[in-house]
């Protein structure tokens, strides 16, 4: 059974610092890892998708990467903002059977201006 | 794009009573719903996935006589809870899977049983 742990739990920080969140999951064999942002109260909104095959996926001020055979993902958030502060969470897709998605606890972070 | 919408955002309802969440593919059709439950504080948990004229796969743990799932039609999936009680309340989310795995989520769904 895959588990999934994202490190730290919560984080805050001033606005303008560059972050990292860590993923890691315990089954190597994924077909898949997203990143999603959680706002309060709402549902998910997928940041990147990174396939198994590929070690990294930027997006603006988002890069991700992946070390599948570590089992490790992490999340680089750079030069933050208020409008950051959300919970993230890590996600990697089963490579068989129904391919659901597998999540972390996520990170809990604020962003202070 | 593609939109799964999800509906009622908000719902109360009686403890005992039966309260229906819909989850719809908007733009494609999706062979595959998936159900998810969120506590607070707590990450996502998949508790079944659903499979377009076939019964829904159960995670162990969740009672499927209890959280009755129905996928009659390539774009509408239904998570019905049934004898809700307090402990129910929670967030219900869905995520549909396009042809290929692409997966997008659903605004979510919170269930307040009182």
């Known amino acids: 059974k895959q588990e999934v742990t994202q490190i730290p739990a919560a984080l805050s920080v001033p606005e303008g610092e560059n972050l990292v969140l860590n993923c890691s999951f315990t089954?190597?064999?994924?077909?898949?890892l997203q990143w999603f942002r959680q706002d309060p109260g709402k549902g998910l909104t997928s940041l990147l998708l990174?396939?198994?095959?590929?070690r990294e996926q930027t997006s603006g001020r988002l890069n991700a990467s992946l070390d599948k055979s570590s089992g490790r993902s992490t999340l680089y958030i750079a030069a933050s903002q208020p409008g950051d502060s959300a919970t993230y969470l890590c996600?990697?897709?089963?490579?068989?059977?129904?391919?659901?998605?597998?999540f972390g606890s996520g990170t809990r972070l604020q962003v202070q201006p | 794009g593609a939109v799964v919408s999800q509906h009622p955002s908000w719902v109360i309802c009686k403890s005992g009573t039966s309260v229906k969440i819909e989850c719809r593919s908007l733009d494609f059709q999706a062979t595959t719903m998936f159900w998810y439950r969120q506590f607070p504080k707590q990450s996502l948990m998949l508790m079944a996935t659903?499979?377009?004229?076939?019964?829904?796969?159960?995670e162990q743990g969740v009672e499927k006589d209890k959280f009755l799932i129905n996928h009659a039609s390539l774009t509408l999936s239904t998570l019905t809870v049934t004898s809700a009680h307090p402990e129910d309340s929670s967030f219900y989310i869905c995520?549909?899977?396009?042809?290929?795995?692409?997966?997008?989520f659903g605004e979510g769904s919170w269930l307040t049983v009182v």
């Open positions: 990174i396939q198994s095959s590929q």
């Open positions: 996600a990697p897709q089963r490579d068989t059977g129904r391919r659901a998605l597998t």
């Open positions: 995520s549909a899977r396009l042809f290929g795995n692409t997966i997008y």
């Open positions: 659903s499979n377009e004229g076939s019964k829904a796969t159960y």
């Open positions: 089954d190597s064999a994924i077909y898949n």
